[in-house]
């Protein structure tokens, strides 16, 4: 995938950070968590910037939800699925030709078939993203109880 803008780059950047460091054989957790923490807040104040930025994280997300599917990375789909779900939440406005809700009720409907904690996560993604293919902005009950949280 060729990024277009420093935006796109640094949106990337972010994300490949906040996915870094959660395989099964990761050093020290603590540290992990730490980081976490600080990617995140980078990449939200990125998402804050400009509307478009959120658009183009779903987009990444998706592309690296189709790696973690192709290369069965279980330990990626929870976290996936929380920043696809608080990233969704958070973006006020949708383009109804926009496909990408689309694709990840797709996507994110292959992970069903997965062992726990996958299923379970994508169940309640796909939860979100029906709400939201009915009714874009409309699911103000699970916005709250969606948002990201390191305590997870």
């Not at 959120?54 to 069965?72: G, W």
């Not at 789909?77 to 949708?94: D, G, I, N």
């Not at 904690?117 to 029906?130: D, E, F, G, H, N």
Request: hydrophobic share 35%.
């Amino acid at each position: 995938m060729e990024l277009s803008s420093c935006t796109e780059d640094r949106i990337h950047h972010a994300l490949q950070r906040c996915l870094a460091g959660l395989h099964r054989d990761a050093p020290n957790q603590d540290f992990w968590n730490a980081g976490l923490s600080l990617n995140r807040w980078g990449l939200e104040e990125l998402l804050r910037r400009e509307e478009k930025n959120s658009v183009i994280l779903l987009q990444h997300l998706l592309t690296k939800t189709q790696e973690v599917l192709e290369s069965s990375q279980y330990e990626l789909v929870v976290p996936l699925s929380l920043l696809f779900s608080s990233t969704l939440l958070e973006t006020s406005h949708w383009v109804p030709e926009d496909s990408v809700l689309q694709k990840a009720y797709s996507l994110f409907h292959s992970f069903l078939s997965w062992p726990q904690p996958c299923s379970l996560a994508s169940r309640r993604l796909l939860k979100v993203l029906s709400t939201e293919l009915r009714a874009p902005g409309n699911d103000q009950t699970s916005h709250s109880a969606s948002r990201w949280s390191t305590s997870s």
